[in-house]
């Protein structure tokens, strides 16, 4: 059988387990959900994935992965200005970020699915340890252009900014109607603030 062929069939069971795991949830989605979704047979799904902890983990994998491409790709470019960085750490302008509702319903899933799965753990530390270097990075550039506190150490603020995504995926989420720009617009706020003492 064609590569092409086989890749397309592996991404229809992913598609069709992705949009179960929406609606449903990792443990509330059964295997002949996900067979009736990809409208393919049990033998046909199987020969690509043994269980159905494999397409989670499959699934997992590819949403971490979405996760880590949005930092990647800002390794090699002039850093952004403070605004266009806290866009990259929102991830307000791109998947899967910003995408939809459902596509932050999935990332928190695989948070909690992390809790369960060793294996899973360890991937989304990894995942995230990568994206917090590329933010620490951004940091440091600030701080030598003296746009951010230069006496707060760089991982501080990069762990600060990392929550700071943690918590709009949660009201992403969990609301469904969290507003990017409002939402950029108080931490843009917050971070032009000046204590007073």
């Known amino acids: 059988m064609p590569k092409e062929h086989l890749e397309a069939r592996r991404r229809q069971i ?11 949830g990792f443990h509330a989605t059964s295997m002949q959900d996900i067979l009736a979704e990809a ?5 046909a799904v199987y020969r690509y994935f043994k ?11 590819e949403a971490l992965a979405e996760v880590a491409a949005v930092f990647e790709a800002q390794g090699e470019e002039r850093p952004p200005d403070l605004d266009n960085m806290v866009d990259l750490v929102l991830g307000v302008e791109r998947p899967p970020l910003s995408g939809s509702t459902e596509s932050a319903q999935l990332l928190i899933q695989v ?19 990568e994206a917090r270097g590329v933010v620490r990075g951004l940091v440091v550039r600030h701080q030598r252009r003296g746009l951010l506190p230069a006496d707060v150490p760089a991982e501080h603020v990069a762990d600060v900014l ?24 108080g931490l843009r706020a917050l971070m032009s603030a000046h204590a007073t003492k």
């Open 14 to 24: 992913l598609d069709a387990a992705r949009r179960c795991f929406i609606g449903n």
């Open 39 to 43: 409208e393919l047979s049990a033998g």
């Open 51 to 61: 269980s159905k902890d494999d397409i989670i983990a499959a699934t997992a994998a």
């Open 111 to 129: 948070w909690s699915e992390a809790l369960r799965s060793p294996a899973l753990s360890a991937k989304l530390k990894e995942v995230m340890e």
């Open 162 to 185: 990392m929550a700071v995504v943690d918590g709009f995926m949660v009201l992403r989420a969990v609301y469904g109607h969290a507003d990017s720009a409002a939402f950029r617009d």
